[in-house]
């Protein structure tokens, strides 16, 4: 059974750092694209960042832009993104994400393959 696990989440202060890992089940992912996904309450699922299967694209929202790196190491199959300079605003439920693709974009529908979010609180 496909599974991608996301875990790293928890309460920090602004301008401390966290790194989120989703490890995924199945050799076969080493083939898609990835991309990290965050839910705040009362507002809809906002694209954070993509990684083409290769790790050689990369893709960020303007609004962590500098801030956040996207990478992965397909050996252990595993995602990873690294948070700098956290914000209040970065308050999120964050999920890691997999396209049945070896690119994709910034849509969730594009992504076939989610885990079961991870919560990130930043506090001022």
């Known amino acids: 059974q496909v599974q991608l696990v996301d875990s790293g989440g928890g309460l920090v202060q602004a301008g401390d750092s966290l790194r989120l890992s989703c490890a995924a089940s199945?050799?076969?992912?080493?083939?898609?694209?990835m991309a990290w996904f965050r839910q705040a309450p009362g507002k809809e699922r906002e694209f954070v960042a993509s990684?083409?299967?290769?790790?050689?694209?990369?893709y960020y929202a303007d609004s962590v832009k500098g801030r956040f790196t996207i990478s992965r190491d397909n050996a252990k199959i595993t995602l990873y993104l690294s948070m700098n300079s956290l914000k209040p605003e970065d308050t999120a439920v964050y999920y890691c994400?997999?396209?049945?693709?070896?690119?994709?974009?910034?849509?969730?529908?594009?992504?076939?393959?989610w885990g079961r979010g991870t919560q990130v609180t930043v506090s001022s």
């Open positions: 994400a997999g396209a049945r693709a070896p690119s994709s974009d910034g849509d969730f529908r594009s992504y076939t393959y």
């Open positions: 199945g050799r076969t992912f080493i083939n898609y694209a």
């Open positions: 990684i083409n299967w290769s790790g050689g694209e990369k």
